[in-house]
Nanobody
Framework: QVELAESGGGLVQAGGSLRLSCAAS????????MGWYRQAPGKQRELVAV???????TYTSSVKGRFTISRDNAKNTVSLQMISLEPEDTAVYYC????????????????WGQGTQVTVSS
């Protein structure tokens, strides 16, 4: 019983900022890799950013220097601070996490949030 809940999406003008947050809840033994994917209309879902349990981030090239991913291991949350947003950033953003549950400590399984819409107007 693990749930990822995203928040923070919305409509902004180009050049604006948004902060996305994702809270994982349930029978979590450990949250390992955590990150954000996005899917724009007519495109496949792509990885935006991922962060290790130790806090080491990786970004797709199109968002480097504009997006910052962070996590709070004590709260099982991951956030994405987005600045200088562009219309090309418009997409549904999905929280993603590789999680080991307390019931099955020998496994890690990918969990997905329901998604939050980010729309950047030009």
């Amino acid at each position: 019983q693990v749930e990822l809940a995203e928040s923070g999406g919305g409509l902004v003008q180009a050049g604006g900022s948004l902060r996305l947050s994702c809270a994982a809840s349930g029978s979590i033994f450990s949250a390992n890799l955590m990150g954000w994917y996005r899917q724009a209309p007519g495109k496949q879902r792509e990885l935006v950013a991922v962060i290790t349990g130790g806090g080491v981030p990786t970004y797709t090239s199109s968002v480097k220097g504009r997006f910052t991913i962070s996590r709070d291991n004590a709260k099982n949350t991951v956030s994405l601070q987005m600045i200088s947003l562009e219309p090309e950033d418009t997409a549904v953003y999905y929280c993603w996490a590789q999680i080991t549950t307390t019931q099955a400590k020998g496994y890690e399984y990918p969990y997905w949030g329901q998604g939050t819409q980010v729309t950047v107007s030009s």
